[in-house]
């Protein structure tokens, strides 16, 4: 305590130092006036009494030294002027440090954007308290994974469990908000009540809802998200309590989650799941209806012992009830993981990269750096003449070198907020946990940290040459030659330089040949002239199965009736979507497998004229048309069961081709084993289509893709889609008019062209693409400024030496030979070294990259010409200029 | 903190700034030559103060608090600069004596083994 204060008053007397001088001179002078006094007074002589009470004083000004040290902070003052020479240092010289601010600012800024993504998405916990507890639970099978629960497992797992202190499930939801303003489409997610518990999440204002709102009888109550307060329900206190209309039905709002609570993604409003678990199918034990499960560990429970404890719960289920649990697991993970899983390992694979760009610009600042101690060498040898000590000298450096990272730092901040904004560009949705990315002062420690370590990087070397220099031999020469351990250093960091950008450009060719077979796919559909976007009838409305199949047909003859449509159908689903709604079949007439082996089959919903709307080929058979309805139960009203109304289908070619290889498909027919068996439905195939891109663009295998009529078995959440005859987005306005015409309180949204909906699914490999690409292009540029510096240095260097060999008799050739000679050595060098280090760090590629292999030769070919070709241009122009070195010059000098 | 007349002892370092604050507390308000003074007679003449060091050591006091200083006239009608204790000080010799004569009586256990 007594120190620091002694550290501020120190720090604080670094003003107003002559006032203070002048004090402690008359405080000296009161002394020895003093003395002199005592010593009259003891019968000297006054000149005696002087003398000796100077000689008792001692040095006066080694006194008045130790007391300014003891007065002010010695090693601040000196560094303050070290910086404040540092600072003059690059202000003389402003080219040298605009290249080398430049340099570290794209280096430094580069590190900090990605930086700042890895530490949002990956490292910084949940937003929930405690957070490393959180588990996130799914269903599994022998060969696949996070599938959603059904409800009776949910039940069980939940009841017989012994690990979790909260244990809640939800799934996601649409819901139509009328009667405040425009009738708007909400996401919303089903959770019971435990979920809140378990994230120990608090509303701002009102409750969350308890157990007893989370049961199959209670009445209807929603919490809100903050953003739909505001934005749609006045954002007044005086909402809790008040009702809202969903799907036309009245739901009263017990309270409002604050900003920022995006569980389980960005929804706005959040129901219990109770009421919804009373539905039949939710009680069905091979039904998985979106659910998914969170909990929260007890306190000391690791999530081995969790994942052991619920496997033996699994086990024993699987006993219970083998027809539908056979071969079913549980698969807990960290929600972290669970929530960033995907994008972790290109994250990190990115932030290796960038960490490639800023080795490699802090390499181009110390071969600047290094050049410019030639020119220094002088000053350098002079002070040591003078008396500075090596560690003085070293430190001068240092804070010199430490001053530019800082400037890049600085200059860096502003080129990271311009790759943040790339990233979330190239992105779109592909990043979790995008909205939480921002240059926070954890990100700023870094970048300050970075700074600091790079400027020691970059520092070390010329300050450690320079502390070591030679005095006579430099004093003495006038300045010829470089020191021959300094040349050997700058072409090292120059082979370094190329070999770290040939892995990089490696890696970038590697993912823009992938991205290349990527968009070349065919998907199956056709990209150009499709609009897509969507509706949900709302239930108050459109009661029955037949008011909404109305509805659709309605629908369908407005759009096909506009200008400039070709055909118009709707669908549950468009092709390069997440996840996906699949279902057992059987083959009639075939031995049935044991449940736990029945195949599975990619449902799709669709109304007439689907296939000619996407452009997927119709191969065999025919499309559906107005008639595949449900005259065919003759009134039979047993339509309440799930595909109850079905009796045709049509399949994809793989498909056919599986089951069927040598006979017509067209008039097989499969069941459906959903419901009690007898009441099974039986579908005859009707048509063959061509197989479609169903997730991603880079799908292989999965399952077999088939389609049934939308008017035999109608559903809530429709996709439209309009094929149109001119640019598709120009139709939106119209689309929505004729929407709007047969209903105007119906919201249209999600509106998006088939081009669109294709490129935001290549967002992943997109944004690896364009990060890496860009760092690559970034480290070519650095690293062929640098050795275009290194060459273009050793020529002025050596101008005298080549116009003794011009004299001598050397051609124009010989002396381009000795030039580009000695830079295309190092290429060469670092094209091997990068070479080794390309066939072992690709490796990491392996997992993002499509149909190319790590080690593909026609890339490495590709970049290691590439790399020689602009090296080689490099090495032309100083060498072209060496071959001007006047002969006649170089003779007279020596 | 070394006195140069071979004659007399050195000041310890560490120990000067006790005597300072001990002279101080006998003395009440002194000028810096007058805390030489008295240093070097309390000591039997046996030490020498080093200015060089006293000076030093006296702002090193104020500035951690232990002492303050006005601008006074002395006995014989000289501006002087005068140091007196403050309240932090006074405790702070307190806490200096205790571990002072606790380094003494461990230092007289091995000068004088028979005592352990």
Known sequence: MRMLRGWLVRLGSLSNKQRKDKEFDEEIESHVQMHIDDNVGLGMTLEEARRQAMIKFGG?????????????????????????????????????TAVAVLTLALGIGANTAIFSVVDAVLLRPLPYA???????????????????????????????????????????????????????????????????????????????????????????????????????????????????????????????????????????????????????????????????????????????KARADLDVIAARLEQQYPESNKTRGVQIDRLLDNKVGNVRRSLWILLGAVSFVLVIACANVANLLLARAAAREKEMALRAALGAGRWRITRQLLTESGLLALLGAGVGLLFAKGVLRLVTVLAGESIPRAAEISLDPHVLLFSGLVAVLTGTLFGLAPAWHASRVNLQGTLKEAGRGATSSRTGIRQGLVIAEVALTFVLLVGAGLLLLSFHRLLQVNPGFAVDRVLTFRINPPEDKYQTDTQEILFCQALREKLRALPGVQ??????????????????????????????????????????????????????????????????????????????????????????????????????????????????????????????????LSDRGGMEQAYFPMYQQP?????????????????????????????????VFGIHTMREIRNNSVAPERLNLGLLGGFAALALVLAIIGLYGLLAFTVTQRQREIGIRMALGAQRIDVLNLVVGQGMRLILVGVVIGLLGSLALTRVLASVLFKVEPTDPLTFVTVTVLLCVVALLACYIPARRATRADPMAALRCE | MVSSMSSKADVWQGTLALMVLKTLERAGSLHGYGIARRIEETSAKLLSVNYGTLYPALLKLEQEGYISSEWGLSDNNRKAKFYQLTRAGCKQIEKETEDWEQMTAILARFLNPKIA
């Open chain 1, 715 to 747: 559903l809530r959440n429709l996709v439209v889609v309009v094929k149109t005859t001119a640019e598709p987005g120009a139709m939106a306005t119209a689309v929505r008019q004729q929407v709007s015409q047969i209903d105007p309180v119906m919201p």
């Open chain 1, 567 to 696: 055909a118009a159908s709707l669908c549950s689903q468009t092709p390069l979507h997440e996840g996906g709604w699949d279902m057992l079949f059987l083959i009639e007439g075939r031995p049935e497998p044991p449940p736990h082996l029945q195949p599975s089959l990619q449902v799709h919903l669709i109304a007439p004229d689907y296939f000619q709307a996407m452009g997927i080929p119709l191969l065999q058979g025919r499309d559906f048309t107005e008639q595949d309805n449900r005259e065919h139960l003759k009134g039979a009203l047993a339509a309440n069961a799930w595909g109850a109304g079905l009796n045709s289908i049509i399949i994809d070619e793989e498909f056919a081709k599986h089951y069927w290889p040598d006979q017509n498909p067209i008039g097989q027919r499969v069941r459906i084993p959903f419901g009690e068996r007898g009441e099974q439905p039986v579908v005859t195939v009707v048509g063959v289509v061509g197989r479609i891109k169903e997730n991603r």
């Open chain 1, 130 to 304: 405690d957070s490393g507890q959180l588990v996130s639970l799914s269903e599994r099978g022998p060969d696949w994974s996070g599938g959603s629960l059904s409800y009776p497992n949910f039940i069980d797992w939940k009841n017989q469990q012994s690990v979790f202190e909260r244990f809640g499930a939800y799934s996601g939801n649409n819901l139509t908000l009328t009667g405040a303003g425009e009738p708007v489409r909400l996401g919303a997610a089903l959770m019971s009540a435990e979920v809140f518990a378990a994230l120990r999440a608090q509303p701002e204002i009102g409750r969350v809802f308890g157990e007893g709102e989370d049961k199959p009888s209670a009445p209807p109550v929603a919490v809100i998200s903050h953003a739909l307060w505001q934005n749609r329900l006045g954002g007044q206190p005086g909402i809790v309590d008040k009702t809202i209309s969903l799907n036309g039905k009245a739901y009263t709002i017990l309270g409002v989650m604050p900003e920022g609570f995006d569980f389980p993604y960005k929804v706005d409003l959040w129901l219990p799941v109770g009421p919804s678990s009373a539905d039949s199918n939710w009680q069905k034990r091979n039904n998985h209806p979106g659910l998914y499960g969170v909990a929260r560990l007890k306190p000391g429970v690791t999530l081995e």
């Open chain 1, 60 to 96: 006066v000004e080694s006194t008045k030294e130790a007391y300014r040290d003891q007065r002010g902070l010695p090693w601040l003052e000196m560094l303050w002027k070290d910086i404040r020479y540092g600072a003059r240092q690059l202000r003389k010289n402003p080219g040298f």
